[in-house]
């Protein structure tokens, strides 16, 4: 990027507001983005509104400042703007500004709501409900949303409040030992920051501050392939001991997946999770419906081209991944990255065992927390699964599943059943809405209803987890026993 | 029907007011309908309301103009209404035709509720909502209305969502082809309009909007039997090369089913589909009392001769058909027809068995929306009651079902499990609301659901869907194993 | 009751106003009951409310004249109440009869409340509507009311929806004939009316009403032992051909019973249900919660003496039942009926072979319309019982049941079954807030509808019910398959 | 405890309010706590509160008199308060005691809520009703509260309403004796009081009450480890012939468990129920939440060094609590005892073989009313395990449980499946809104209730009580068949 650039004036910019030139500025910074307005992961219509304005406010909300610099190259920079024009703001932006604004934690106490003290948050479920109170509507769409119906991501949760415990009373519970080895990294507690996009809508520190939090506490963090800082902040914001993993998405772009693994292993990456039960967006209604709002007030206003369709901020953010991903490509991900690959987003027994076939080194059981396919069958269910029908991948894998996990209990019920950790999604960004310190309460309420199971179903160490201590029976005759359906047979069309 | 009409005046037709003696006014035609009260459809009540009055408004809420001359003589026409004479309609009739312009769409803002742009719309309960909100009551009430206590609906659509997925992953998904052949016709997606009756009540262009929204979208309408135009009118709406198929309601009077059959073999209809489940019509609680309401009025009024038990649109338009109606009339449609014939509204393996051993091209699995009789199995369940009892009928013919569908997922389900393709009744009326257009985008978020659901199940070509992508567990159990009780003998009474 | 009484005065009659001398006025007469305080089945606390009083408005709520005079000799006549002193009655009192007079049906749009036109219900659901909205609070709680926290009250109608309909389609169905012989005498339908208390609570009318609605309508009532008229005035209402059973709580006080069994004989009665479940009173809530209000106001009031305990109407009326009734008393009730026996009450396999080893001609599986004992199986689960444990029953008694049938579709599930009928108890009750003519319509609204289930799953005629109409799936888990518990041995309490 | 001591005025107090130096006055006496700050089982910062102050009212609210000066040596005891001297409290201490008053019952008529004369409560959740109306919401938090999500403490009653009943009619119940012999000592019921903590929070009598309701009853009472009165004032509040079981919590602190066990022995106590569900506390949110405001308002306030994790009554409670118990401590506790050991909360047929070998009297299925784990299984559901995997126990000891019974017929269904009584917790509590009158009110509804079940049943004798009267078809899928997890095999993780 060149550093000697000339001043440009605000009507300079207003000259290039159109499709085929198209510039923004961003911190005062210029730039060209006619070619990458196909190229934009969120899709160019969102560019487009800003095309010959600030788009400062907009921009800030989803990505760190790192990554336009590092996607654009030093020809797309045109200049300086002009430091002493005044920016006059277009109404709806100042709103959009308002509305970040409130996100971010500085003022906790808009239209009557107060945001609780942290120390009196006790549960995920305290997160989540000020989350909901204290996100913009975009960003609680965005995190909270699911597939179509919701019948999964309901499921995902209540699946876990259908399996009972069976504790063991007597034992000496002194001390309770919750450490366990993930891909032979060192966690304080069986469980995980899953990957989940774009935590800046939540809190200006975003992924850092996760990273921050999982240092204090001991535990590892997953990062999302859609993270709003690049990679290198992240890990840069936590300790040099500190073990992280990467969440992939294989770019339609192959090129740029080598480049962002060759990254990872420079970074001392531990391990990547291939994602791969999202290669097409799901269909998140209540995000798309924020997203449809945006259109209507797009094609009332002056900007043109936008997509008539719509399509929500996940859909938008899906473009780029590339839907010809096929077991084939395992091989040349673990070549390309020489890490240790998990495969993430498993729902049968049938792909577990192929994923086992390819040499991967962990497989995640997950629907994408209800996100992707509506009515797919929770994670839990498909680890009954894999017992069923190929228990002998516990032995040759490691097992870990995520969605719907809210309680300690939830999480010694995996383990009890053979997982090796779990993930945990939205609770993080929700914790999120109070920074470090939220990520850290989080984990420590996490670890303390842990342990309180443990010690209640009389066991002390993640170990003694066995499944004994658990009654499956509520959900048992819902567990496939064979691969292909049990009793109906596969009669393909005949012309007729 | 004489061009050479004599005017008479309103003074004139007012003479005619009784049961014995009746005529009526539509579009300034005075009729002689005196003969046709025992043959109207929805029972001569009805008309004798209008008896010796201008009934246009009440005649066009639900037919179209072609249908009135095309069932009397001309022998009935009497003249023509004086045009100098100013029509003053009684108060309850202009009521009446402010609840037509209603749900015509004209207007749309109407005590506050605006009816939202259409690609705001983003599934078929969006159109539901939308529907309940701008029908008029009467209108509503036909469409949503199902029998006593809603069970079977409601079981319709929830049987859908106790079906799990069970989606593969890491499959190239980048092309996914909905297209597929029914009865020979190509779709490009695997469902059809389901015959519903009277469109106009959502829109005036009823029937023929949605044969031109079929049009556009390659997909293919059964005309309801009940239809508010006339065959012909719909036919010509769409394009010469576009597929129909024809409900079939056979009539007690055999020769109007034989002059119904003839033409539409001569407007190039595909199939016929013969409905069998609603021979008595089923007893519909809200249309009823949308009825009983009518009724009251008219004995408050001074039309004499009503009847006092009255009984809902539903049950007044299905007094003409056939209860005496049997497997035995089979060969007969289908010699009449040369048409290939479809049985709807089977419900049970017995019954599929027989109508293949009558040599039926396809059969319906149906309970007509849970409009007929409550607590009967939802179509589903008699889907995996055929692979029970009889799979070899999924060789020998087609399978349709339809009742509660409303996500692509749900006729993903039913391709999984055998079945060729789906019915969509309820939501394109719904669509309606906004003509041929809403017809359009509904289609489209069918499909979109639709390949969405495909490829995030694995799959890429609706032929390649299989039993083991869905997980049946939670209605297996209620899947009847025998024709008969599966332990139960029948012990007839003997006499004590 | 001698004629030559003398009269007395208001403040004579106001002196035996203690337990041990108390005499009250009912229509103008004055009795001595302090013999009978004791007798009374309501129990003596609700009599000495009005010792020394005016009786006549809370005694015409619940008995018919001709009680009265039955019970007592005449030698407790005491005289005539001076007509010319004006009777002032109590503040509270005069409510009383507010409230009665709102039940009966003159004025019916008390408190905004506009009874609406009868041809208007077109449902059992509609009549329970109007009776909510128009009884007393008294009259709907004891007639409403079920046992504890309602479970098998709930039950006894969801386990109807949960068994499904499998139709049988393409049958001639021109006709449909509900006509059925029970215990011999014809019935235009399945169906008759069960026993219930004290229809005058109702309408003035009661169940003479009744007797009149059935007689019009071919259908047979059995009359409740509780009923608010004399057993010969109800049979005298009807017509000289027409059927009546009689319900019999055998009476502690056995010579009672005995002079019951004869009249009944004597009157043409044609079998006598005998009430075996609810020996003792079932603890219904929302009657005692009315009954501890009346103790509340009693307490506070002048009368001294009141039990403490309250107890709804329906534990005071079953008082005088006879808790030592064993199957030893069976054929002593044959012998001294000489009629034709059913055991009402049966709510298990083992008690159905039992019944079936006294030679009973019927037996009625009941578990008193959820008022008994909370969480007894529901009436529907004990006929299936039957097929499991003892279908030769079937072979051997005609089976009735009740409790919970509101629709046509259930009485045809029943019959589908093995029941030879089902008896309808609450909502004839309900029916008589429109009095005779409220019964008729309710007969009719069950018979189009059990019609139209008939129809709608292919029969004409009740005799054709079979168990292949029905599938049961979703019961078939909770029918027992043992007289015992299936798999838990009886270990008694061993001395420890 | 020196008579002799000085007076001190309250500026002497207040020069005592450290944690390194703190003194506290409770009813005029000052006491130096500084040592016992770590010692107190509500945790030391409960007290700091009220360091260098009168802490009267915040001591009242919990403990008797008596269980101060036991707990503390005469040395902690410094003078006596000046009398002259006003005591002004401080605002908040002051709405303390108003709550506290609220609870006591001179006053029912707070908040236009006035508690309802006794008589008129018919049911345990007529007494739940009003104490959740009259309680301070602290007591209300401690006493209603249960762990997490609530899944158990729902469980818990909700399984006794999935039992049915199975009636047998025609038997002889005029007599019905529901007495049973419990551990050898006569109750007039197959019932007694569970051990619940802290009853002085719902009435100043507090478990001296209960004692002489169970005295008036015939019932026995368990006194709960925590009660609010020493364990003599109870036993003395009773009649000399009462029996009276003694729940014990183990204490870290061993010789307080020896002293308190021989102190059991010389009351004449008949039986220690060792609670092993409990030894680390449950996440019980509603109480914690209460902690946590109170946290909140000791953090704003002047008062230092408090725990900012809070952590409710509960939590603070346990906290003496020996986490090292284990079954080789039964022996060390029935040898200092020399009584017969019951042991309670037993949850999995594995321990109640243990529990037996180790020569325990009896068991007591328990899940600490669901205040534990949750999500852990309902007793009703392991006494059903018991019979599958370990019938003999029944032979060998007597088998109790609690939670969730609410009704008469829910202990009719225990003991039908085997058990020799149940225990009544939060009921109980709830009495005491009324005091010793309200624990008599209650006892009574629960044996009047339990008769009639029984007589409704066909039984006349507890001991009458077999498994064939009950039908657990709903709960069987659930039962556990075998000690372990039936179907999957543990894997331990092998090191990868």
Same mark, same amino acid.
């Given at each position: 990027?060149?550093?000697?650039?000339?001043?440009?004036?605000?009507?300079?910019?207003?000259?290039?507001?159109?499709?085929?030139?198209?510039?923004?500025?961003?911190? @005062?910074?210029?730039?060209?983005?006619?070619?990458?307005?196909?190229?934009?992961?969120?899709?160019?219509?969102?560019?487009?509104?800003?095309?010959?304005?600030?788009?400062?406010? =907009?921009?800030?909300?989803?990505?760190?400042?790192?990554?336009?610099?590092?996607?654009?190259?030093?020809?797309?920079?045109?200049?300086?703007?002009?430091?002493?024009?005044?920016?006059?703001?277009? !109404?709806?932006?100042?709103?959009?500004?308002?509305?970040?604004?409130?996100?971010?934690?500085?003022?906790?106490?808009? !239209?009557?709501?107060?945001?609780?003290?942290?120390?009196?948050?006790?549960?995920?479920?305290?997160? !989540?409900?000020?989350?909901?109170?204290? #996100?913009?509507?975009?960003?609680?769409?965005?995190?909270?949303?699911?597939?179509?119906? #919701?019948?999964?991501?309901?499921?995902? @949760?209540?699946?876990?409040?259908?399996?009972?415990?069976?504790?063991?009373?007597?034992?000496?519970?002194?001390?309770?030992?919750?450490?366990?080895?993930?891909?032979?990294?060192?966690?304080?507690?069986?469980?995980?920051?899953?990957?989940?996009?774009?935590?800046?809508?939540?809190?200006?520190?975003?992924?850092?501050?996760?990273?921050?939090?999982?240092?204090?506490?001991?535990?590892?963090?997953?990062?999302?392939?859609?993270? @709003?800082?690049?990679?290198?902040?992240?890990?840069?914001?936590?300790? @040099?001991?500190?073990?992280?993993?990467?969440?992939?998405?294989?770019?339609?772009?192959?090129?740029?997946?080598?480049?962002?693994?060759?990254?990872?292993?420079?970074?001392?990456?531990?391990?990547?999770?291939?994602?791969?039960?999202?290669?097409?967006?799901?269909?998140?209604?209540?995000?798309?419906?924020?997203?449809?709002?945006?259109?209507?007030?797009?094609?009332?206003?002056?900007?043109?081209?936008?997509?008539?369709?719509?399509?929500?901020?996940?859909?938008?953010?899906?473009?780029?991944?590339?839907?010809?991903?096929?077991?084939?490509?395992?091989?040349?991900?673990?070549?390309?990255?020489?890490?240790?690959?998990?495969?993430?987003?498993?729902?049968?027994?049938?792909?577990?065992?192929?994923?086992?076939?390819?040499?991967?080194?962990?497989?995640?059981?997950?629907?994408?927390?209800?996100?992707?396919?509506?009515?797919?069958?929770?994670?839990?269910?498909?680890? #009954?699964? #894999?017992?069923?029908?190929?228990?002998?991948?516990?032995?040759?894998?490691?097992?870990?599943?995520?969605?719907?996990?809210?309680?300690?209990?939830?999480?010694?019920?995996?383990?009890?059943?053979? =997982?090796?950790?779990?993930?945990?999604?939205?609770?993080?960004?929700?914790?999120?809405?109070?920074?470090?310190?939220?990520? !850290?309460?989080?984990?420590?309420?996490?670890?303390?209803?842990?342990?309180?199971?443990?010690?209640?179903?009389?066991?002390?160490?993640?170990?003694?987890?066995?499944?004994?201590?658990?009654?499956?029976?509520?959900?048992?005759?819902?567990?496939?026993?064979?691969?292909?359906?049990?009793?109906?047979?596969?009669?393909?069309?005949?012309?007729?």
């Amino acid at each position: 990027m060149s550093p000697e650039a000339c001043t440009l004036s605000f009507k300079d910019l207003e000259k290039h507001s159109s499709a085929d030139d198209c510039w923004i500025a961003v911190h @005062s910074k210029i730039y060209d983005v006619t070619d990458f307005l196909d190229l934009h992961p969120g899709g160019g219509g969102i560019i487009l509104r800003y095309a010959g304005k600030d788009a400062t406010a =907009a921009y800030d909300e989803i990505h760190a400042q790192g990554i336009l610099e590092e996607t654009l190259s030093s020809d797309n920079f045109k200049g300086l703007l002009d430091q002493s024009e005044v920016v006059i703001l277009p !109404e709806e932006q100042k709103k959009d500004i308002d509305k970040i604004e409130k996100t971010r934690g500085q003022s906790t106490s808009t !239209e009557n709501y107060t945001k609780p003290d942290l120390f009196k948050l006790i549960s995920t479920h305290d997160f !989540e409900d000020v989350a909901e109170k204290t #996100l913009t509507t975009k960003a609680w769409a965005f995190y909270s949303s699911a597939a179509t119906d #919701l019948v999964t991501h309901h499921a995902n @949760s209540n699946f876990y409040r259908r399996i009972m415990l069976r504790p063991r009373v007597m034992r000496n519970v002194t001390d309770a030992n919750t450490q366990r080895s993930i891909l032979g990294c060192t966690s304080t507690a069986p469980f995980f920051v899953a990957p989940a996009a774009m935590a800046r809508l939540a809190h200006p520190d975003g992924e850092c501050a996760i990273a921050r939090g999982c240092a204090s506490e001991g535990l590892i963090q997953c990062i999302s392939n859609n993270a @709003s800082y690049p990679l290198a902040s992240i890990v840069e914001s936590g300790t @040099s001991t500190q073990a992280f993993f990467l969440q992939l998405y294989v770019n339609a772009d192959r090129p740029k997946t080598t480049q962002l693994l060759h990254k990872a292993r420079s970074l001392g990456i531990k391990a990547i999770f291939v994602t791969v039960d999202a290669h097409v967006p799901g269909k998140r209604e209540a995000d798309e419906r924020i997203a449809s709002e945006n259109v209507a007030s797009a094609i009332s206003g002056s900007v043109a081209g936008n997509d008539k369709k719509g399509g929500g901020m996940g859909r938008l953010m899906g473009q780029y991944v590339d839907k010809t991903l096929s077991w084939e490509d395992i091989p040349w991900i673990q070549e390309t990255s020489r890490l240790p690959i998990v495969v993430k987003g498993i729902q049968s027994a049938a792909d577990a065992k192929t994923a086992v076939s390819y040499g991967v080194k962990g497989i995640m059981l997950s629907n994408h927390g209800g996100r992707a396919l509506d009515t797919s069958q929770p994670a839990i269910l498909t680890l #009954l699964e #894999l017992h069923r029908i190929c228990p002998e991948v516990f032995d040759k894998v490691e097992v870990y599943l995520d969605g719907g996990i809210t309680r300690g209990s939830d999480i010694l019920k995996a383990l009890c059943l053979g =997982a090796t950790a779990v993930g945990i999604g939205r609770p993080y960004l929700y914790s999120l809405c109070y920074g470090q310190e939220g990520v !850290e309460h989080l984990s420590q309420i996490l670890k303390d209803e842990l342990e309180t199971s443990m010690r209640l179903a009389g066991i002390t160490n993640v170990d003694q987890s066995h499944p004994g201590l658990v009654n499956t029976s509520d959900l048992d005759y819902l567990v496939p026993n064979v691969e292909e359906h049990p009793w109906i047979k596969w009669r393909p069309k005949a012309k007729m």
